[in-house]
């Protein structure tokens, strides 16, 4: 098979496609190295937490390792996530046209190196989570029942994306666990504001997948609002804005956390107005955008921590 017809559908013209060496390019395109969108969106309840854990604190001093360790840590597991649930999806990706030329159902990689390579990447995980404290240590540990689990759930509920929330927004306790050595309440609304946006951008990007995820029956909160999607990424979006200015507001936080939570609920807003369910592109990109909007979020909490410290 040529590389050009190995690479993933909606992955084309990328740094993994372009640059990196020939036989790695599969496990590459394995862990989505080559989209590394879905590393970013769970990183960054990882630095939101960070952020906002050392505000209240008001100490800095473990900010400027635990960033780049929670960005390594997010680019690692989510890699490990993502080879895991292409080796329980490999029949259902091969049914679909937008996962069929994924590395396990297209024959570029088999199984056993799929697993081989998915307990490396876990290692990888391991050792940067060994750099945090034991409390930490067990949380992100505590995790990995949730992660094991999510693959499954799209086969029985419509709600898959309630799991890929818990699952993506752990690290919205992360940043607590290390700085506080505890999970308070101003850590659990955050991470329930993180759950929230995550059923939401989710349901967008499941969006492309719909007409295709009927037929074979592979449920999703995007079969299941269908036309009604506007309305429920109001309530979630809404309730992710809402969770979140709880858990500011009982954090004690000035104005510049403020000022980014306002950007991040625009930004919302923005996609909520902008959706048009039945282009797929359009989907994807938007599901893209919550990078930015976290990003700004994560902005607003970074100055903060800056000015009470």
């Known amino acids: 098979m040529s590389d050009a017809a190995a690479r993933v559908a909606d992955a084309t013209g990328n740094w993994v496609d372009t640059h990196a060496p020939l036989w790695l ?3 590459l395109r394995l862990s989505r190295l080559d989209r590394p969108i879905g590393s970013w969106l ?8 960070a952020a906002l854990a050392a505000g209240v604190a008001r100490d800095l001093s473990q900010l400027p390792l635990m960033i780049p360790l929670f960005l390594l840590g997010a680019f690692a597991m989510r890699g490990a996530g993502c080879t895991w649930n292409d080796i329980t999806d490999r029949d259902l990706d091969a049914k679909v046209e937008r996962t069929r030329s994924r590395p396990i159902p297209a ?3 088999s199984v056993k190196r799929a697993l081989v390579f998915l307990l490396l990447q876990v290692l990888v995980g391991l050792a940067v989570l060994l750099q945090f ?10 995790s990995l029942l949730v992660v094991a689990i999510y693959p499954f759930m799209k086969r029985i ?3 898959p994306q309630v799991v890929l929330g818990l699952a993506f927004s752990w690290g919205a306790l992360m940043g607590f666990a290390e700085v506080l050595q505890r999970i308070d309440a101003t850590a659990l609304l955050l991470y329930a504001g993180s759950i929230s946006w995550v059923i939401g951008y989710d349901t967008i990007y499941a969006h ?16 299941l609002f269908g036309a009604r999607t506007h309305q429920a990424l109001v309530i979630f979006y809404g309730l992710a804005v809402v969770l979140i200015a709880a ?4 954090g004690g936080v000035h104005w510049p956390a403020w000022l980014g939570l306002a950007a991040f609920a625009m930004h919302l807003a ?9 282009d797929p592109v359009l989907c994807l990109r938007l599901f893209k955008s919550n990078r930015d909007a976290g990003l700004l979020l994560f902005a607003g909490l970074l100055v903060d921590a800056l000015m009470r410290a």
């Open 25 to 27: 390019r599969p496990y």
């Open 208 to 223: 492309q997948d719909a007409e295709d995820d009927a037929l074979i029956g592979v449920k999703s909160t995007a079969r």
């Open 107 to 109: 024959g570029q990689v």
């Open 270 to 278: 923005w996609q909520i107005n902008r959706l048009r369910i039945s």
């Open 133 to 142: 404290n034991r409390f930490a240590v067990l949380t992100g540990i505590a």
């Open 157 to 159: 509920t419509y709600w």
């Open 42 to 49: 769970l990183l960054l309840p990882c630095w939101w937490s």
């Open 247 to 250: 858990a500011l507001l009982r």
